[in-house]
């Protein structure tokens, strides 16, 4: 290893979700999940995310209805599920050591109340991670990422009701049984703080079947759910998979005080404490002592019943993945000009330039969350989604994607320094590594991939992939494992 390379075996790679990717919604008796009610909304504000996720029992009845794909695209993807194996040769090509992806809970229990498991989807991903284990690109699998079956959201208000555990524990155990053998790295939730940004997308809960002034009690009923979910599949994990490793997944917003006024300050750090809590539960097993006092005053406290305490306690995650996009700022002002984010609104940062979507670009920002995660947890980092959305021109059969690259490049040497600083961080998996559908927005045309698809945000195009220029230097990277990026 020289001093310019990361460290040995690193996971290079990129990360997709089954939801944004596959398409294939009703083919092969696949049912319908919470992303296949998604739709596609041009005229809203990009700012408004409130607008993008709204939902309610008489607009998730509708979409059903509609068994067309028109104005959903999560339907269609990006035809992942016909496509997969030219996807993943492509992926090879760039070098790829892993690849996050997902697996569609309703691929396997429609219903997601099934007690045995639809063959048919058990088969599509036992070929998929075959097709992976002959190019040598270790899976790294989210057992839920934002695709739950819309039949446990509509019955039981998803995670709301303790019944959906159990579901979710079947359905994990069967992904254990059946692809163990292939996977050795599994996330639980994905971004399991983003309940509170769009609880029907995380977790099925649906605002009109809350009772009056108790929606956001009921979010934090099924957080609990989901903590109690993880900490028992990771136990079957452990004990069915020899060797093998279970993480937890946290969107990462490194927000910093706008200003150095001690109010500035002290709002910062109650937000940043209140983003750790997550990871905070799945690694040290309890919930922290001020989050208990604030939700206990707000009478927001979840019911547990006997033996959550014990098992949150007694299985923990092996290390700790994360999401990290951009920062923000905090500021005591109302006034302070705000810009979006991950699907958060946040102050702007009057030091950092912004993507055409208003995410504000801060490669140290990854620098100081990972030194300050790895502090706070002292187990194994994974950075499994980073990068930018952009408008992605074809010029002369090419596209010249200087502006990935250079976002790449900045975000690489800072988690160089905090490698050499101390840092245990194992893989980086970008987002993504190809055009897919975006999850708030439900768009194509905001672009993240190294691998363009011919498609357009009403599903025209002949869904053909071509490779970006990023395509070519991500590869050199990969094959010079980071020591490219000190030239």
Known sequence: ???????????????????????????????????????????????????????????????????????????????????????????????????????????????????????????????????????????????????????????????VDRRVVDDFVRFSNVCFDRFGKYVKYWLTFNEIDSIHRHPFTTAGIIPDKSAEGRYIADVYQALHHQFVASALVTKDAHEKIPGSQVGCMLTKLMTYPLTCAPLDVELTLKKNLENDFYADVQVFGEYPRMIIKDLEKRNLMPEMVEGDKEILKEHTVDFVSFSYYMSMAESADPNAERTPGNTVLGVKNPYLPSTEWGWQIDPKGLKISLIELYDRYNVPLMIVENGMGAVDKIEDGKIHDDYRMEYFTAHFKQMKEAIDEGVDLVGYTSWAPIDLVSAGTSQVSKRYGFIYVDADDEGNGTYDRMRKDSFYWYQKVIQTNGASLAE
Do not use: C
């Not at 939801?19 to 739709?39: C, L």
């Not at 760039?94 to 045995?116: Q, V, Y």
């Open 1 to 159: 290893m020289t001093n310019n390379a990361f460290p040995e075996g690193f996971l290079w790679g990129g990360a997709v979700a089954a939801n944004q990717v596959e398409g294939g919604w009703n083919v092969d008796g696949k049912g319908m999940s919470v992303a296949d009610i998604a739709s596609y909304k041009p005229n809203i504000d990009n700012t408004n995310y409130a607008a993008h996720w709204e939902v309610s029992t008489e607009s998730i009845e509708a979409a059903i209805a509609d068994q067309t794909d028109k104005d959903y695209p999560k339907r269609r993807g990006i035809d992942f599920y016909h496509r997969y194996k030219e996807d993943l040769a492509l992926f090879a090509e760039m070098g790829f050591k892993t690849l996050r992806l997902s697996i569609a809970w309703t691929r396997l229990f429609p219903t997601g109340e099934e007690l045995e498991p639809n063959e048919a989807g058990v088969a599509f991903y036992e070929n998929v991670f075959k097709e992976m284990e002959r190019l040598n690109i270790e899976p790294i699998v989210t057992l839920s990422h934002y695709e739950m079956p819309v039949s446990l959201s509509l019955k039981f208000n998803g995670w």
